[in-house]
């Protein structure tokens, strides 16, 4: 147990770049995710399009090639990131396909009438989103949006192995110098769980707040 | 399906699938040019000149073997389990062509399956396991493997943990730079810059200890580390100096700091504690020494890149752990 205590400092800060890491790349998601989705279910059908290229093409790309994309080949093409950049814009860009699917999944459960109503009342598009179609959409889409945040968290952990110093990277060092493997990485899995947890506490209260009682 | 447009959409999801297929393929082209590190680099060629190496080495006294519960373990098994890579230039590297493992530490496993069992098929010899720094102990504490072959290198921590034969190789680190870089001339230099090195060695603890104002950035890979110095993420990188030499001989636009590396390495055979294995590979390693046939495996791996003959081979149990 002396390697966690010894190096609690150390490992913290890796706790702080995960923590980092997954804010970003959740919130950046968050707003790519919900541009797209309304592309996606927008009238233009130009921007439909480009929606479902976008999800098709970030969906399906494991993120550990985007991140090796991003950081070892875009210089070739000239254009160097930094490392945590390139980190948390790859947790981002993967994450916001997911985003814009439960966004889109919650819209579509919102029964058409909903909408109708609301067109025929005069509301324009935008209008009709904002005021009738998200706010009774976002109840479905809170699990979804749990879920995509807790896939960002546990897939920060892929940037350690394109050199971000985030928990796991710090855990492979410590492990490095001690050859305390299976504690290290115990200590790294309390913390990815009780974050995952957390956020599914946080994500539960919000859906029962948010629930119509009836 | 959207609720607030309508239409066929059959069609138009072919159509983007195909989209982000050729998307996926142009950006797949940018990323792999001419000069980009090869993970099949330099390091021996598998073939008959190589088998003979190993098949030319001595083969233990059926009473030895008998003697060792491990080995005679083992020999029944008719192969040795191997923990260990297949991407590390030099050391242990798949020939893409044959499939078969070549490099030093492969070779040394090879010698030492053929040893116990006698068998000459070089490529039947071992099984290998990919092992990292994260599973070797744990591996060999399970007994899924039989023997880690992964320039290992010995510390009285690790040695409280697995039992080490060895050492069977002493190197040290060296510092790779990109061509042209006049301003890091030694080790510290390295303070306050960046340095890459692999996650899976001890070079980071190396480079903390001679530089302890240096940046340093883990990368999983070797071939990802000498990407980070030809792009200028990392300023130097830092590695055992034989893999160094290996990759600068297929990378010309790096260079490795000339002189001495300027920390020793030992590297032993990972081997389960509690068992006759160290006593029995200690044996082996001695005779292959005696016999000249280190040296010669040496120069068929190691000695492509490092000028001159090979080295005396470090004394057996010359080490703290081993």
Partial sequence: MHVITDNLGFLLQGVLVTLELTVLGYVGALVLGTLMAVFRVGPIPPLRVLGTVYVEFFRNIPLLSLLVLVIFGLPDAGVTIGLFASGAICLALSASAFVCEAMRGGINSVSVGQAEAARAIGLSFTQVLRFVILPQAFRTMVQPLVNVFIGVLLSSALAAAVGVPELTNRTEQLNLQYAEAVVCFVFAGVVYLAVALAAGAVGGRLEHRMAIRR | ?322
């Fill in chain 2, 1 to 322: 399906m959207p609720l607030l447009v309508s239409g066929p959409r059959r069609r138009r999801t072919t159509v983007a699938a195909g989209l982000a297929a050729a998307t996926l393929l142009t950006l797949s082209a940018c990323g792999s040019s001419d000069d980009a590190p090869s993970l099949n680099g330099a390091g021996a060629k598998a073939g008959s000149a190589y088998d003979k190496i190993i098949t030319s080495a001595p083969v233990a006294d059926s009473s030895d073997v008998d003697a060792s519960t491990w080995a005679s373990a083992i020999k029944k098994q008719g192969y040795l389990k191997v923990g260990g890579t297949d991407s590390g230039p030099l050391f242990s590297i798949k020939d893409l062509d044959t499939g078969e493992l070549t490099g030093f530490d492969a070779g040394l496993s090879q010698m030492l399956a053929h040893y116990i069992t006698g068998k000459t098929d070089v490529k039947a010899l071992t099984k290998l396991t990919i092992t990292s720094v994260d599973t070797r102990e744990t591996l060999l504490q399970n007994k899924t493997v039989d023997a880690v072959f992964a320039t290992y290198s010995i510390t009285p921590e690790r040695a409280q943990k697995v039992a080490f034969a060895g050492p069977y190789y002493q190197s040290g680190d060296a510092i790779m730079v990109k061509k042209g870089n006049d301003e890091i001339k030694g080790v510290a230099d390295l303070n306050g810059k960046t340095v890459a090195t692999e996650s899976n060695s001890t070079a980071a603890l190396a480079v903390k200890k001679y530089a302890p104002k240096a940046k340093i950035l883990l990368f999983k890979e070797d071939a990802q580390c000498v990407a980070a110095v030809q792009q200028g993420r990392a300023d130097a990188y830092v590695l055992d100096q034989g893999i160094l030499l290996g990759d600068a001989q297929s990378n010309n636009s790096v260079t490795v700091l000339g002189g001495d590396p300027f920390t020793v390495d030992p590297y032993g055979i990972g081997l389960t504690k509690g068992t006759d294995a160290k006593a029995f590979v200690n044996g082996f390693l001695k005779k292959i020494y005696a016999s000249g046939d280190w040296a010669k495996l040496y120069k068929a791996t190691i000695g492509t890149v490092v000028k001159g003959d090979a080295p005396a081979p470090p004394e057996i149990g010359s080490v703290p752990g081993s």
